[in-house]
Nanobody, 121 residues
Framework: QVQLVESGGGLVQAGGSLRLSCAAS????????MGWFRQVPGKEREFVAS????????AYEDSVKGRFTISRDNVKNTLYLQMNSLKPEDTAVYYC??????????????WGQGTQVTVSS
């Protein structure tokens, strides 16, 4: 069983930055793709960013391109999301996810518990 624990969320003013971290319990995470998703009340969880197992390939949702950067440290079994130029519409619960394969195709297999990000205007 893989456990994912997010941290780094909080309250920030518009234009500010936050860095989310996701610590994985299993070393096998270093061989699978991972991603970040977010959800606001009343809406479906949406894709934010993904990264392949070795970090060569990444993808972003259009609204965060150029502002968010996903990265990973396979030695530390940790995934990151650097969020810059934050906007009020980025407010959501952010979830870390691990895919059951080396590339981020299909649904993730494991999810973290989520961390709240609130951006004030």
């Amino acid at each position: 069983q893989v456990q994912l624990v997010e941290s780094g969320g909080g309250l920030v003013q518009a234009g500010g930055s936050l860095r989310l971290s996701c610590a994985a319990s299993a070393r096998t995470i270093s061989s699978v793709a991972m991603g970040w998703f977010r959800q606001v009340p009343g809406k479906e969880r949406e894709f934010v960013a993904s990264i392949s197992w070795f970090g060569f390939n990444s993808a972003y949702e259009d609204s965060v391109k150029g502002r968010f950067t996903i990265s990973r440290d396979n030695v530390k079994n940790t995934l990151y999301l650097q969020m810059n130029s934050l906007k009020p519409e980025d407010t959501a619960v952010y979830y870390c996810a691990a895919y059951p394969r080396t590339e981020p195709a299909g649904p993730p297999a494991y999810w973290g518990q989520g961390t709240q990000v609130t951006v004030s205007s």
